[in-house]
């Protein structure tokens, strides 16, 4: 951690040469308020207690659900992580924006990572023409390996620590386990011997960065972590539900492990702003980037992890897409729970109505901020997604939801399914014979909505 804290000392010794910094004991508030985003990796809509989980011990969360808005029926840009992620951060559903699946189709001909356009304007852009300070930890998942100003630093964070994989400008392969500062401005590599965790390795670039940033701005963070993902380089040993190792596959256990170890890393970045006195100046919102993973033989349904939705990530069916969320902003949002019908592009408008400021003209979302402080809340016509995994037409898959309907359409099948979500919440009656005029106005959304695009074989939709 040796580059790590040696930054924090420069940012440190920098701020400490003011002299009235160094007397002032009352942190001077800003005119706005603080925003923290704390995503998670594949974390399903019955992963926490707050949700319905049973096994799983998610005690923060809990209190972060109970003392905020816990939002039941919230949804990801889409089931899969790039095009999610790109749909929160540009306020534009999975029609519209550059990034529709993991990879696409390159000018180069190869099946490949495809970057946010520059025209595509960030969340963290956005708030950085406000006076924020932005920060953004972690996964980024929205540039290209071999084009730098593709990365987090390049798209409005001021300062930005993340990960990066595949071949770089010159050719080599990046390793994943090296974060970058700032581009390629500093590096610090992932030991997992020194930490529980991935994510404990990152929660101290924010815990640092908490205590560094600039006293008279507001800041906006966003703290992107990576459990449960299936997929991290090393897990460390640990005692977590230790006592289930004879009945649980070890795979299992360490799932329910790291998503208990990340109730306490957010407690401990909740207890930093506590400390700093940002609490009640800061709205925090908590969710996930799509539905559970069923990969490196982990079972979704060994914990119920959808909550028995049907369907998990890659899916469009409510399993795929609809998540957790919580909105916690101390003193200003009152416990309650909610049934608003929202989803990731909704984001951007409501941080835009935070700060005081007009959202891009790009987004296809509805600020809720009239919702978090108990004003009359505009309602959505209907929620777009789509999604492209591989180049085949079986990964072409698209939904709709216009308020108790939900229209779904899988490529290879052709036809177009329909459900009452009011009734029929895990989907499993397709009544689409039933009601022809509802399926017609689900199908001209969907051809409406999706707008072609070279990076995706499918975009514009399959029709017979």
Not at 25 to 49: A, R, V
Request: proline share 4%.
């Amino acid at each position: 951690m040796k580059n790590l804290y040696l930054l924090a000392l420069v940012l440190l010794f920098s701020a400490c040469n003011n002299p009235k910094e160094t007397v002032t004991k009352q942190k001077p508030k800003t005119d706005k308020p603080n925003i923290i985003i704390l995503l998670t990796d594949d974390l399903g809509y019955g992963e926490l207690t707050s949700y319905g989980q049973e096994v799983i011990k998610t005690p923060y969360m809990d209190q972060l659900a109970a003392g905020g808005m816990r939002f039941t029926n919230f949804y990801a840009g889409t089931s899969v992580c790039s095009p999610s992620r790109a749909v929160l951060m540009t306020g534009m559903h999975t029609g519209h924006v550059n990034i529709r699946g993991n990879k696409g189709d390159t000018e180069g001909g190869k099946w490949d990572r495809i970057a946010l356009k520059k025209s595509e304007i960030t969340i963290a852009e956005m708030l950085k023409g406000a006076g924020y300070q932005t920060a953004m930890i972690g996964k980024w998942h929205l540039g290209v390996p071999e084009d730098i100003s593709t990365w987090a630093h390049g798209r409005g964070f001021d300062y930005a620590v993340q990960e990066q994989w595949g071949k770089g400008a010159d050719g080599r392969m990046i390793d994943e386990r090296m974060h970058w500062i700032n581009g390629q401005q500093d590096s610090l590599f992932y030991d997992y011997n020194e930490h529980s965790c991935l994510d404990d390795f990152r929660t101290n670039f924010a815990l640092d960065y908490l205590d560094n940033k600039e006293e008279d701005k507001p800041f906006f963070m966003y703290m992107s972590y990576r459990i449960p993902h299936a997929h991290e380089f090393f897990l460390s040993e640990t005692d977590l539900y230790k006592e289930h190792q004879q009945e649980w596959p070890e795979i299992e256990r360490r799932h329910a492990a790291r998503i208990t170890m990340l109730d306490g890393l957010i407690e401990k970045l909740m207890k930093k702003l506590e400390a700093k006195g940002e609490l009640e100046n800061t709205l925090i919102f908590f969710t996930s980037d799509n539905g559970p993973q069923n990969e490196n033989h982990h079972d979704y349904n060994f914990f119920n992890s959808s909550g028995g939705l049907k369907g998990h990530k890659r899916d469009v069916y409510e399993g795929g897409v609809r998540i957790p969320a919580i909105a916690y902003w101390k003193g200003t949002i009152k416990p309650s729970v909610s049934n608003h019908m929202a989803a990731f592009y909704d984001l951007m408008p409501t941080l835009a109505e935070v700060a005081g400021i007009e959202a891009p003209e790009q987004t296809d979302g509805l600020s809720f901020l009239p919702l978090l402080t108990g004003k009359e809340q505009a309602k959505h016509e209907f929620l777009y997604w789509e999604i492209q995994e591989g180049r085949s037409v079986k990964g072409f898959r698209q939904a709709v939801r216009m308020d108790d309907w939900k229209v779904v359409r899988y490529g290879d099948n052709y036809k177009t399914e329909l459900y009452n979500m009011k009734d029929d919440i895990y989907e499993e009656n397709d009544v689409a014979s039933k009601h022809p005029d509802i399926v017609a106005k689900g199908e001209e959304i969907l051809k409406r909505e999706s707008v072609k695009n070279a990076h995706w074989p499918y975009s514009g939709g399959v029709w017979k």
